[in-house]
């Protein structure tokens, strides 16, 4: 197992665009976090998925926003209309998810540059 | 609303001293503590963590104290290495409930 992948690594886009990221866990966590981590700032939980479950969204995912797990495996990231605001790292991690202490494996994140 | 706090940014310390690292919670309900430690281009990798029910947690030559009276958490390296030289996180939350809150990092650097 190679751990936790991103892709892709980085993406340069122009303002108004959409844009989708993927995460692919390793294979038996249940677990499925996305984070948004900006230049001198810790991580920002943003959602969280429990096998296929959507079970919770940070109000810092606007209607922008949209985090899709199918069959509970990989899971993609969607920012429509994007922002220069939008623009930071995006971290993806996975836990087992036998309960709330889990550890988290970080994926290397996806660098969003907005121009 | 940042409810873990590192304020500072970074720390510089010889090979073989001590290095500590500070982080603070306002959040009286968080019982779950961890430390990550970033090298650039990587995402983080877990290190150490701690209960609410204890005050310190040992692996090697890593040491987590927790003050819960102070909301105030601390990781010690010793003896510290060059390859130690990294962004530390610490990283609250409350059990089971998922949502993990972040502090802002400190870079630590250690000399040769």
């Known amino acids: 197992d190679t751990g936790v992948s991103q892709n892709p690594r980085h993406k340069i886009t122009k303002r108004g665009q959409n844009v989708t990221f993927r995460c692919d866990p390793i294979s038996e966590h249940n677990r499925l976090y996305w984070y948004r981590q900006t230049l001198g700032q810790g991580p920002e939980f943003l959602t969280y998925?429990?096998?296929?479950?959507?079970?919770?969204k940070s109000r810092l995912l606007s209607d922008r926003f949209s985090a899709e797990r199918p069959k509970g495996s990989f899971s993609t990231l969607e920012i429509q209309r994007t922002e220069q605001g939008d623009s930071a790292m995006y971290l993806c991690?996975?836990?087992?998810?036998?309960?709330?202490?889990?550890?988290?494996?970080f994926g290397p994140g996806t660098r969003l540059t907005v121009l | 609303d940042q409810q873990v706090k590192q304020n500072s940014p970074s720390l510089s310390v010889q090979e073989g001293r001590i290095s500590i690292l500070n982080c603070d919670y306002t959040n009286s309900m968080f019982d779950y503590f961890l430390w990550y430690k970033k090298y650039p281009a990587e995402g983080p990798t877990f290190l150490i963590s701690i209960s609410s029910i204890k005050d310190k947690n040992e692996d090697g030559r890593f040491t987590v104290f927790l003050n819960k009276s102070a909301k105030h958490l601390s990781l010690h390296i010793v003896p510290s290495q060059p390859g130690d030289s990294a962004v530390y996180f610490c990283?609250?939350?409350?059990?089971?409930?998922?949502?993990?809150?972040f502090g802002s990092g400190t870079k630590l650097n250690v000399k040769p």
């Open positions: 990283a609250s939350t409350v059990y089971n409930f998922n949502k993990f809150y």
């Open positions: 998925f429990q096998n296929e479950a959507q079970l919770e």
């Open positions: 991690a996975s836990s087992l998810g036998f309960d709330g202490t889990d550890t988290q494996y």
